[in-house]
């Protein structure tokens, strides 16, 4: 953060004007990512493996999948050997699960993407209505009063 504002001794307009620019590169870097992703198809995604998942899941997850694919030759239909490390930690398919659909010749499903990476624009995934939200942190507020 120092090397980006060029120096710790700024005063807060000028930090605040350096992290919003900041903040403003990333948000059109994020926006390209998802552009990219709807539209632009890579050599590693083209085998039928990926058919339901290109344009629709970000680049980001498909190299994470393409990567996990690799264990599949070491670790085939092993839950134990495999862990499911990707699985816990992404919301993506793990190498024994890739595995299972090779051994059936069926292209990953979209169901086994976590929502996150199939989210390919900036707009909010739901409207949260500020009445039930004021609503429900009142009557948490009176549950905690009879505890």
């Not at 350096?18 to 990333?26: M, R, S, T, Y």
């Not at 998942?53 to 030759?73: D, F, P, T």
């Not at 699985?87 to 996150?116: Q, S, W, Y």
Request: proline letters at 3%; a positive charge.
């Amino acid at each position: 953060m120092k090397r980006y504002l060029g120096s710790s001794l700024g005063n807060f307009e000028t930090s605040w004007a350096h992290i919003h620019a900041l903040l403003e590169l990333q948000h059109t870097d994020i926006k390209a990512s998802f552009e990219k992703s709807l539209n632009v198809v890579l050599h590693n995604f083209k085998p039928a493996q990926f058919n339901l998942l290109r344009g629709v899941v970000s680049i980001s997850a498909l190299k994470k999948i393409v990567k996990e694919s690799k264990r599949i030759n070491t670790i085939g239909v092993d839950v134990k050997a495999c862990k499911c490390i990707l699985r816990k930690t992404h919301g993506l398919p793990c190498a024994h699960e890739l595995a299972e659909f090779a051994k059936t010749n069926l292209p990953i499903p979209l169901e086994c993407i976590d929502v996150f990476w199939r989210k390919l624009d900036m707009s909010p995934l739901m409207s949260i209505d500020r009445e039930v939200v004021v609503d429900l942190g009142h009557r948490l507020l009176e549950e905690w009063e009879f505890i």
